[in-house]
DNA sequence: GCCACGATAGTG
DNA sequence: ACTATCGTGGCG
């Protein structure tokens, strides 16, 4: 029996629930046919229009209108001009949240490593262009079903300083503490 | 229009 | 520690 693929009902919820439990989780991208597989080992919550740390902070933009709609949608942006970042929008519509996808171990077809958030994009062929407000669980992105792994450790979120001690200080970033695939070599 | 800056990653 | 590189959004 093949695992199941995650319905949007599961990103339905706030984002700090959302984000440990993708952990074990296996995010999937279809590419012309070419499945591209890694298993989800570190994720960030973005939590709300109050958390300063995320794009929806100043509302609605065009960038960040995404993150306002329905749950279970892919969110895709550019960051320092060259690395792409994966989210999936997660909540009730109207209350934007979302989850980054920051390092995953490669299970098949992986271009690159999948270390780090921009690197997982690459190594998975995802782009802003092509993917950012796709419905996960279609023909292009899904994630599938995966076992709870052993140990989950929560930390700060990682190049969230600016966003003022308050937001930088929650421990919003969750990590599968028995994976070699977490992001930050020098212990950051 | 204009411009400062970033949910990064690779090098030194 | 330093910076490449370009889309985003604040401001005028």
């Known amino acids: 029996?093949?695992?199941?693929?995650?319905p949007a009902a599961f990103f339905a919820?706030?984002?700090?629930?959302v984000a440990p439990d993708l952990l074990g989780k296996v995010l999937v991208r279809l590419d012309d046919g070419v499945r591209r597989a890694a298993r989800i080992v570190e994720t960030e919550a973005y939590h709300g229009p109050d958390d300063q740390a995320s794009h929806a902070r100043r509302g609605p933009t065009p960038r960040a209108a995404i993150m306002f709609g329905p749950a279970g949608v892919a969110y895709v942006y550019l960051i320092y001009g060259r690395s792409h970042c994966l989210n999936v929008v997660t909540g009730a519509p109207g209350e934007p949240s979302a989850v980054l996808l920051r390092a995953a171990e490669p299970i098949e077809g992986c271009l690159h490593s999948t270390r780090g958030p921009g690197n997982l994009?690459?190594?998975?062929g995802v782009t802003r262009r092509r993917h950012d407000g796709l419905v996960l669980g279609g023909a292009e992105l899904?994630?599938?079903?995966?076992p709870v792994p052993d140990m989950i450790v929560a930390t700060p979120r990682i190049g969230v300083e600016s966003a003022g001690p308050r937001w930088a200080r929650r421990r919003w970033r969750f990590l599968d503490a028995g994976s070699g695939w977490v992001s930050g070599a020098r212990g950051r």
């Open 142 to 146: 899904l994630v599938l079903d995966g």
């Open 13 to 17: 919820r706030p984002a700090t629930e």
């Open 121 to 124: 994009c690459r190594a998975l």
């Open 1 to 6: 029996m093949s695992p199941a693929v995650l």
